[in-house]
Protein backbone atom coordinates (compact mmCIF):
# COMPACT_ATOMS: atom_id res chain seq x y z
CA UNK A 1 0.00 0.00 0.00
CA UNK A 2 1.54 3.15 -1.17
CA UNK A 3 -1.00 5.55 0.05
CA UNK A 4 -1.15 8.19 3.48
CA UNK A 5 -0.43 5.91 6.39
CA UNK A 6 -1.33 7.34 10.14
CA UNK A 7 -0.77 5.96 13.29
CA UNK A 8 -2.31 5.31 16.14
CA UNK A 9 -6.21 5.20 14.03
CA UNK A 10 -7.64 5.76 17.18
CA UNK A 11 -6.65 7.18 20.80
CA UNK A 12 -8.81 7.75 23.90
CA UNK A 13 -6.87 10.01 26.43
CA UNK A 14 -7.47 11.12 29.54
CA UNK A 15 -7.87 15.57 29.77
CA UNK A 16 -4.27 16.70 30.57
CA UNK A 17 -2.33 14.01 29.04
CA UNK A 18 -0.07 14.29 25.92
CA UNK A 19 -0.60 12.59 22.97
CA UNK A 20 1.28 12.11 20.01
CA UNK A 21 0.05 11.02 16.14
CA UNK A 22 2.68 9.77 13.27
CA UNK A 23 1.62 10.49 9.31
CA UNK A 24 3.82 8.72 6.68
CA UNK A 25 3.21 10.51 3.37
CA UNK A 26 3.52 9.17 0.04
CA UNK A 27 6.87 8.82 -0.49
CA UNK A 28 7.36 10.78 -3.35
CA UNK A 29 5.75 14.23 -2.12
CA UNK A 30 7.38 16.44 -0.23
CA UNK A 31 4.32 18.34 0.97
CA UNK A 32 2.73 17.35 4.12
CA UNK A 33 -0.51 19.15 5.51
CA UNK A 34 -2.33 18.16 9.07
CA UNK A 35 -5.68 19.13 9.70
CA UNK A 36 -8.73 18.74 12.11
CA UNK A 37 -12.19 17.91 11.64
CA UNK A 38 -15.35 17.88 14.02
CA UNK A 39 -18.34 15.98 12.77
CA UNK A 40 -20.61 18.21 10.52
CA UNK A 41 -17.50 20.68 9.32
CA UNK A 42 -14.52 20.38 6.62
CA UNK A 43 -11.23 19.63 7.45
CA UNK A 44 -9.51 22.66 9.53
CA UNK A 45 -6.07 23.69 7.91
CA UNK A 46 -3.73 23.41 10.89
CA UNK A 47 0.18 23.46 9.29
CA UNK A 48 1.75 22.85 6.14
CA UNK A 49 5.65 21.57 5.34
CA UNK A 50 7.14 21.56 2.56
CA UNK A 51 10.28 18.91 3.09
CA UNK A 52 11.31 19.26 6.51
CA UNK A 53 10.53 23.27 6.35
CA UNK A 54 6.90 24.13 8.52
CA UNK A 55 6.00 27.12 6.19
CA UNK A 56 2.37 27.52 7.50
CA UNK A 57 1.05 27.30 10.84
CA UNK A 58 -2.98 28.06 11.42
CA UNK A 59 -2.98 31.27 13.38
CA UNK A 60 -6.27 29.12 15.34
CA UNK A 61 -3.35 26.72 16.42
CA UNK A 62 -3.24 27.02 20.38
CA UNK A 63 0.26 26.56 21.40
CA UNK A 64 -0.15 23.09 22.65
CA UNK A 65 -0.41 21.90 19.62
CA UNK A 66 3.18 21.34 17.67
CA UNK A 67 4.59 19.41 14.25
CA UNK A 68 7.69 18.51 13.08
CA UNK A 69 8.76 16.40 9.86
CA UNK A 70 12.42 16.17 10.95
CA UNK A 71 13.60 14.34 7.62
CA UNK A 72 11.42 15.75 5.56
CA UNK A 73 9.73 12.61 5.29
CA UNK A 74 7.04 11.34 8.38
CA UNK A 75 5.51 13.93 10.39
CA UNK A 76 4.59 13.81 13.68
CA UNK A 77 1.74 15.97 15.55
CA UNK A 78 1.70 16.66 19.67
CA UNK A 79 -0.94 18.14 21.50
CA UNK A 80 0.03 18.67 25.37
CA UNK A 81 -2.42 18.77 28.30
CA UNK A 82 -5.29 17.78 25.95
CA UNK A 83 -8.88 19.04 26.73
CA UNK A 84 -12.15 17.91 25.58
CA UNK A 85 -12.29 20.26 22.87
CA UNK A 86 -9.45 18.55 21.12
CA UNK A 87 -11.42 15.80 20.53
CA UNK A 88 -11.60 15.33 16.75
CA UNK A 89 -10.43 13.35 13.79
CA UNK A 90 -6.51 14.20 12.33
CA UNK A 91 -6.18 14.32 8.85
CA UNK A 92 -2.99 14.05 6.93
CA UNK A 93 -2.52 15.12 3.74
CA UNK A 94 0.65 15.10 1.33
CA UNK A 95 0.80 16.44 -2.31
CA UNK A 96 3.93 16.02 -5.03
CA UNK A 97 6.18 18.60 -5.25
CA UNK A 98 5.50 22.18 -7.61
CA UNK A 99 5.80 20.69 -10.97
CA UNK A 100 4.85 17.80 -10.99
CA UNK A 101 1.54 17.68 -12.70
CA UNK A 102 -1.69 18.14 -9.88
CA UNK A 103 0.61 19.45 -7.70
CA UNK A 104 -2.30 21.05 -5.35
CA UNK A 105 -3.75 17.68 -5.31
CA UNK A 106 -3.70 16.66 -1.86
CA UNK A 107 -3.95 12.66 -0.65
CA UNK A 108 -5.44 11.77 2.68
CA UNK A 109 -4.99 9.39 5.49
CA UNK A 110 -7.49 7.68 7.05
CA UNK A 111 -7.31 9.63 9.91
CA UNK A 112 -6.61 9.16 13.66
CA UNK A 113 -9.50 9.89 15.49
CA UNK A 114 -8.69 11.64 19.20
CA UNK A 115 -11.12 11.38 22.05
CA UNK A 116 -10.29 12.52 25.10
CA UNK A 117 -11.99 11.88 27.86
CA UNK B 1 -18.27 36.26 6.49
CA UNK B 2 -16.33 32.97 6.53
CA UNK B 3 -13.85 32.12 3.47
CA UNK B 4 -15.82 29.07 1.79
CA UNK B 5 -19.17 28.97 2.11
CA UNK B 6 -21.08 25.37 1.14
CA UNK B 7 -24.81 24.66 1.69
CA UNK B 8 -24.75 21.82 4.32
CA UNK B 9 -27.93 20.18 2.82
CA UNK B 10 -28.54 17.39 3.10
CA UNK B 11 -29.65 17.42 -1.01
CA UNK B 12 -32.00 14.48 -0.99
CA UNK B 13 -33.07 13.26 -4.68
CA UNK B 14 -34.28 10.36 -6.48
CA UNK B 15 -31.69 8.19 -8.69
CA UNK B 16 -31.18 9.91 -12.03
CA UNK B 17 -32.49 13.13 -10.82
CA UNK B 18 -29.36 16.04 -11.70
CA UNK B 19 -28.27 18.19 -8.65
CA UNK B 20 -25.99 20.96 -8.24
CA UNK B 21 -24.37 22.86 -5.56
CA UNK B 22 -22.22 26.07 -5.04
CA UNK B 23 -19.69 26.60 -3.22
CA UNK B 24 -18.77 30.91 -2.20
CA UNK B 25 -15.30 31.87 -1.80
CA UNK B 26 -14.05 35.47 -0.20
CA UNK B 27 -10.44 36.12 -1.36
CA UNK B 28 -10.45 36.87 -4.68
CA UNK B 29 -6.92 36.14 -4.81
CA UNK B 30 -7.81 32.53 -4.64
CA UNK B 31 -6.10 30.72 -6.92
CA UNK B 32 -7.01 26.80 -7.06
CA UNK B 33 -10.09 25.41 -6.52
CA UNK B 34 -10.96 21.55 -6.02
CA UNK B 35 -14.20 18.90 -5.01
CA UNK B 36 -13.39 16.87 -2.91
CA UNK B 37 -16.14 13.76 -2.08
CA UNK B 38 -15.85 12.31 1.46
CA UNK B 39 -18.02 9.53 2.62
CA UNK B 40 -18.85 8.59 6.01
CA UNK B 41 -15.99 8.07 8.35
CA UNK B 42 -13.37 7.93 5.38
CA UNK B 43 -10.95 10.56 4.63
CA UNK B 44 -11.73 12.78 1.62
CA UNK B 45 -10.76 11.90 -1.74
CA UNK B 46 -10.23 14.03 -4.80
CA UNK B 47 -13.26 14.28 -6.99
CA UNK B 48 -12.11 16.53 -9.38
CA UNK B 49 -10.16 19.87 -9.83
CA UNK B 50 -12.03 23.58 -11.48
CA UNK B 51 -10.42 24.95 -14.30
CA UNK B 52 -11.08 28.55 -14.77
CA UNK B 53 -12.73 27.21 -18.24
CA UNK B 54 -14.85 24.73 -16.83
CA UNK B 55 -13.79 20.75 -16.77
CA UNK B 56 -16.41 17.69 -17.22
CA UNK B 57 -15.72 14.42 -15.99
CA UNK B 58 -17.80 11.33 -17.04
CA UNK B 59 -21.13 12.63 -14.73
CA UNK B 60 -19.69 15.49 -13.46
CA UNK B 61 -19.38 18.95 -14.32
CA UNK B 62 -17.36 21.45 -12.58
CA UNK B 63 -17.50 24.99 -13.11
CA UNK B 64 -15.41 28.48 -11.97
CA UNK B 65 -17.27 32.00 -11.70
CA UNK B 66 -14.17 34.32 -10.57
CA UNK B 67 -16.75 37.06 -11.41
CA UNK B 68 -18.99 35.84 -8.78
CA UNK B 69 -16.45 34.08 -6.59
CA UNK B 70 -18.32 30.52 -6.64
CA UNK B 71 -17.49 27.33 -7.95
CA UNK B 72 -20.01 24.45 -8.74
CA UNK B 73 -20.39 21.09 -9.06
CA UNK B 74 -23.24 19.50 -11.41
CA UNK B 75 -23.92 15.64 -10.73
CA UNK B 76 -26.07 14.00 -13.67
CA UNK B 77 -28.06 10.65 -13.39
CA UNK B 78 -27.53 10.70 -9.91
CA UNK B 79 -26.34 7.01 -8.42
CA UNK B 80 -27.01 5.59 -5.30
CA UNK B 81 -23.43 5.64 -5.02
CA UNK B 82 -22.85 9.48 -5.31
CA UNK B 83 -24.34 10.02 -1.76
CA UNK B 84 -21.58 11.65 0.27
CA UNK B 85 -20.50 14.83 1.61
CA UNK B 86 -18.86 17.11 -1.27
CA UNK B 87 -16.25 19.47 0.05
CA UNK B 88 -15.17 21.93 -1.86
CA UNK B 89 -11.27 23.58 -1.57
CA UNK B 90 -9.53 26.88 -2.20
CA UNK B 91 -6.14 27.74 -2.09
CA UNK B 92 -4.64 31.11 -2.31
CA UNK B 93 -1.56 30.90 -4.39
CA UNK B 94 2.13 33.23 -4.04
CA UNK B 95 2.14 33.91 -0.74
CA UNK B 96 0.11 32.50 2.12
CA UNK B 97 -0.78 28.77 1.08
CA UNK B 98 -3.49 27.52 3.10
CA UNK B 99 -6.09 24.97 1.63
CA UNK B 100 -9.43 26.44 2.95
CA UNK B 101 -12.21 23.51 2.86
CA UNK B 102 -15.92 24.17 3.19
CA UNK B 103 -17.95 22.28 5.71
CA UNK B 104 -19.51 20.09 2.99
CA UNK B 105 -22.50 19.26 1.07
CA UNK B 106 -24.36 16.24 2.10
CA UNK B 107 -25.96 14.29 -0.55
CA UNK B 108 -28.35 11.72 -0.46
CA UNK B 109 -29.64 9.65 -3.28
CA UNK B 110 -32.47 7.74 -2.94
CA UNK B 111 -34.00 5.06 -5.15
Known amino acids: DTGVSQNPRHKITKRGQNVTFRCDPI?????LYWYRQTLGQGPEFLTY????????KSRLLSDRFSAERPKGSFSTLEIQRTEQGDSAMYLC???????????????FGPGTRLTVL | RKEVEQDPGPFNVPEGATVAFNCTYSNSASQSFFWYRQDCRKEPKLLMS???SGNEDGRFTAQLNRASQYISLLIRDSKLSDSATYLC????????????FGRGTSLIVHP
Open chain 1, 27 to 31: SEHNR
Open chain 2, 50 to 52: VYS
Open chain 1, 93 to 107: ASSPPVGAGATDTQY
Open chain 1, 49 to 56: FQNEAQLE
Open chain 2, 89 to 100: VVILSGGSYIPT
